[in-house]
């Protein structure tokens, strides 16, 4: 099997030589790395322009978007951007993101799992941190979730359910969307990414209440949205973030935010998280 990875980067130069050493240094090495230098004003592009000197398989994309970084739709145009210049002939696609070390038998994992079911469509493993000089699992999410890091997808399963969609909540509405069209998410603890910028660290008000929107466009409904607020404020030991969460959610409802699924999938959406919040009470 053959394996490509789009990687959107803005502003990366401390992490993404980091990254880059650890795809070079993979078992198996991607058919391209495509990297998507998204309007940096930092040394990135240099940075990069270093590795596709030394690796004709290692790409450089320039674009332009706005330095404003709201979770979701920039780094999805950046990949978008990424991707029409992927090579048709694959079969597995990588979001991935430039502030990552991989494991040496990262790919070469998640390639035996795809070969090992052909209903597989996303497969991934788990995002460690680095707290007072050891790396500790970055516990944002239920285990078994596909960090938006680090997302392979299966090429027939990615164009399925529709590419990624630009907006916050794209790596919740894929997983769900595969689910919808009976394809199979999987998670694998034992390969573990070192995560060097954690998650939301850069985010501000206006991006949590767009985690709020997520919620309303994914076709939560209030109450779970309320549920799932509560638990991710819970996780991130900010008990705040709900109040932030469920405005975001009013105001997308208010507004009539655009939908990032249908209405046969919404309603799929909330019985599945019906039926996983069940299975943890009983």
């Known amino acids: 099997m053959t394996y490509s990875i789009v990687i959107p980067a803005y502003n990366e130069q401390k992490f993404i030589a980091l990254t880059l050493d650890s795809l070079v240094s993979q078992t198996i090495?991607?058919?391209?790395?495509?990297?998507?230098?998204d309007n940096s004003t930092d040394s990135t592009a240099e940075i990069v322009s270093g590795f596709t000197s030394k690796y004709d398989w290692i790409q450089l994309v320039n674009t332009t978007s706005e330095a404003v970084h709201l979770p979701g739709s920039k780094v999805i145009r950046a990949f978008e951007k990424g991707f029409a210049v992927v090579e048709p002939n694959l079969d597995i696609i990588v979001k991935a993101d430039a502030d990552l070390i991989f494991p040496e038998n990262y790919f070469e994992t998640i390639l035996d799992k795809f070969r090992?079911?052909?209903?597989?469509?996303?497969?991934?493993?788990?995002?460690?941190?680095?707290?007072?000089?050891?790396?500790?699992?970055?516990?944002?999410?239920?285990?078994?979730?596909?960090?938006?890091?680090?997302?392979?997808?299966?090429?027939?399963?990615?164009?399925q359910i529709g590419g990624l969609k630009p907006a916050m909540g794209w790596d919740?509405?894929?997983?769900?969307?595969?689910?919808?069209?009976?394809?199979?998410?999987?998670?694998?603890?034992?390969?573990?990414?070192?995560?060097?910028?954690?998650?939301?660290?850069?985010?501000?008000?206006?991006?949590?209440?767009?985690?709020?929107?997520?919620f309303y466009t994914l076709g939560y409904g209030f109450l779970i949205?309320?549920?799932?607020?509560?638990?991710?404020?819970?996780?991130?030991?900010?008990?705040?973030?709900?109040?932030?969460?469920?405005?975001?959610?009013?105001?997308?409802?208010?507004?009539?935010?655009?939908?990032?699924?249908?209405?046969?999938?919404?309603?799929?959406?909330?019985?599945?998280?019906?039926?996983k919040m069940k299975e943890k009470l009983f």
């Not at 090495?29 to 230098?37: D, E, H, R, T």
């Not at 970055?138 to 164009?159: M, P, Q, S, V």
């Not at 996780?235 to 935010?257: C, I, Q, T």
């Open 172 to 214: 919740t509405a894929d997983e769900l969307l595969c689910k919808f069209y009976g394809w199979k998410v999987v998670t694998i603890p034992e390969l573990k990414v070192k995560h060097l910028k954690p998650t939301g660290s850069t985010y501000d008000k206006a991006a949590r209440y767009k985690q709020g929107a997520a």
């Open 116 to 159: 090992s079911d052909d209903k597989i469509g996303m497969v991934g493993g788990f995002a460690y941190i680095e707290k007072n000089g050891e790396w500790i699992l970055e516990n944002l999410t239920d285990k078994d979730h596909i960090r938006g890091a680090f997302k392979a997808y299966r090429k027939a399963c990615f164009e």
């Open 225 to 275: 949205t309320a549920i799932a607020s509560a638990k991710l404020a819970m996780r991130k030991k900010k008990p705040l973030l709900f109040v932030d969460y469920v405005n975001g959610f009013l105001k997308a409802k208010s507004e009539k935010k655009t939908m990032l699924v249908n209405d046969e999938q919404a309603k799929f959406v909330r019985a599945y998280r019906w039926k």
């Open 29 to 37: 090495l991607p058919k391209q790395v495509i990297v998507v230098n």
